[in-house]
């Protein structure tokens, strides 16, 4: 391999020595204990972000040596090649240049085809912000090009223009996602953006022509008009009766693709400006991954806690709880961020890995995850690394005034209080001393004090990150996205496996086709048992 894998090079044995020695005991109450400055010497800037990872269970030689490895296993060169548009993606044989839609002009490849795809793009965007006539937006795509767009306008809802136009998506091949968003819509006020790259895509397709069915039904007159797509494949986009498409590159991977036209929701929900200034902020953030040291290098020191977590000491998965309510479907985006990038067996000269890669990634917003899943997180068998996403200032919009604004500032600074009450929880955890000195509510009489005293106390020492912004703003969001994209290249270039491809889904997807006639046939010969009495069920 040109860049050997992780367990190739000799730190490997090393940090799995460190471990033994040191790092399986680790506690982190100890740490801070032991060290009045662990706060201050494990927090980073990077643009727009503060990153405090004191409360992980990671120490200067731990760190020292996985710094090593990255050196050994040619991160710096892995990185040198995405941002030069080498064709790292070796089983498509295609560069991977998220970075360059972002990059100004002329500082990255393909610049004056990325600037005039924007430019075209966005001036479509500020025509439709433009239109009156145009009250709703309904965007029709799956995976990456759903997740991306689907998360930000949500997440900066404060800054759209929502009084005057609404913004629905749907995704899912279940007429329960369309039929409700078409519910009270008014055909010739609505724009639909079809959104497949190849204009083949399954789901998306069912959705597009059942839309454009309910669009004729309704009274509409003018597909050309009230149907856009954002797609490279404009003869069939023609052939569906579309006659505007923004087209894209196939260097841009669906769960990287919101900075391109597939962006175009966005763009009309924020406004051509705004956006700039989201691109402007994960350029922001690919400048800080490119030039910033290694040991001060926030998407590298992620990447590294990752494949420490998760290949020493064992933890499977990891928790992500934005605590901002904007932020809810963040853990959805991030789960095919990372799992489909990282969700892979093989290296990238096809041998089976001996190690794990891509953990779970899974979450909620705020204090809703701590009414749920919290529970586990704080006295449950596994440990379970937890991601704290907090915003230090709301912003609520313009339309939030007065008595109003005083009740939700409030609010703010209990979530915040919420925020950092849970991470401290989960790192200083109650012994059963502690739980025996507290006032308990009446237990049952068969119960003893020591035993109510064992159910109410909590472990601790398990490990959290708390990444915070100033505000949720188009910048700081672009910088937040940036920042997870290149901490998933950081642990995939050390795994040695290709965080590109996601030949994962097609296997699936065939097999759906071949079934579909199926479902009209009943016809079950050939097919496994289970399948076969599957379809026999639905039929009957």
Request: charged share 15%; hydrophobic share 45%; with cysteine.
């Amino acid at each position: 391999m040109q860049h050997p894998r992780c367990d190739q090079s000799p730190t490997w044995a090393l940090l799995q020595a460190q471990y033994q020695a040191s790092g399986a005991a680790f506690d982190v109450r100890q740490a801070f204990a032991t060290d009045a400055t662990r706060f201050e010497r494990w927090s980073f800037e990077a643009p727009e972000l503060f990153v405090d990872l004191s409360k992980n269970r990671i120490d200067a030689p731990t760190l020292a040596l996985l710094l090593q490895l990255a050196r050994d296993c040619g991160l710096a060169s892995q990185r040198a090649s995405l941002f030069k548009g080498d064709p790292i993606n070796l089983t498509e044989g295609r560069a991977v240049l998220h970075t360059a839609l972002r990059a100004p002009a002329g500082s990255a490849p393909f610049s004056d085809e990325v600037q005039a795809s924007l430019a075209r793009m966005l001036a479509f965007a500020e025509s439709v912000r433009a239109d009156d006539g145009i009250t709703d937006v309904v965007h029709i795509g799956i995976g990456g090009s759903d997740l991306g767009p689907a998360m930000v306008v949500q997440a900066l809802q404060a800054f759209t223009d929502a009084g005057r136009r609404r913004l629905h998506f749907v995704s899912n091949v279940d007429g329960h996602d369309l039929a409700p968003v078409l519910q009270g819509l008014n055909a010739n006020r609505t724009l639909f953006v079809i959104a497949s790259k190849t204009f083949t895509t399954q789901e998306t397709l069912a959705n597009a022509e059942a839309a454009k069915a309910w669009f004729l039904a309704q009274g509409g007159t003018d597909v050309g008009r009230h149907f856009v797509a954002t797609s490279s494949n404009t003869a069939a986009a023609q052939a569906f009766g579309i006659h505007t498409s923004f087209g894209f590159w196939d260097w841009v991977g669906g769960r990287y693709s919101l900075w391109s036209v597939i962006g175009l929701p966005i763009a009309i929900a924020i406004g051509a400006d705004a956006f700039r200034e989201l691109l402007a902020g994960a350029h922001d953030m690919d400048e800080h991954f490119a030039q910033a040291p290694l040991e001060r290098n926030v998407p590298v020191l992620l990447g590294l806690l990752d494949v420490w977590y998760r290949n020493f000491h064992g933890f499977t998965s990891r928790s992500v709880a934005p605590y901002h309510q904007g932020l809810r479907r963040l853990p959805a985006y991030l789960q095919q961020l990372e799992m489909e990038s990282n969700g892979k067996g093989v290296d990238r000269e096809g041998q089976v890995l001996p190690y794990g890669t891509s953990p779970v990634v899974w979450g909620e917003a705020g204090t809703n995850g701590q009414h749920a899943y919290f529970q586990m997180l704080h006295q449950g068998t596994d440990v379970i690394p937890v991601e704290f996403i907090a915003v230090k200032t709301p912003h609520h919009g313009p339309h939030v005034q007065g008595a109003l604004a005083e009740r939700l500032q409030d609010q703010h600074r209990k979530l915040l209080a919420n925020c950092l009450a849970q991470s401290q929880a989960l790192m200083q955890g109650k012994t059963v001393e502690e739980a025996l000195n507290e006032k308990a509510p009446t237990a049952s009489a068969s119960l003893g004090r020591l035993t109510v005293a064992r159910h109410r106390s909590f472990p601790g020492n398990r490990p959290s990150t708390t990444i915070l912004l100033a505000q949720l703003t188009p910048r700081s969001l672009g910088a937040l996205i940036a920042l997870y994209e290149h901490r998933v290249f950081v642990s995939g270039a050390l795994w040695g496996i290709n965080s590109f491809d996601q030949w994962g889904v097609e296997l699936g997807k065939a097999l759906c086709s071949s079934l579909l006639p199926r479902l009209s046939s009943g016809d079950v010969q050939g097919l496994d048992g289970s399948t076969a009495g599957l379809l026999k069920r639905v039929l009957g």
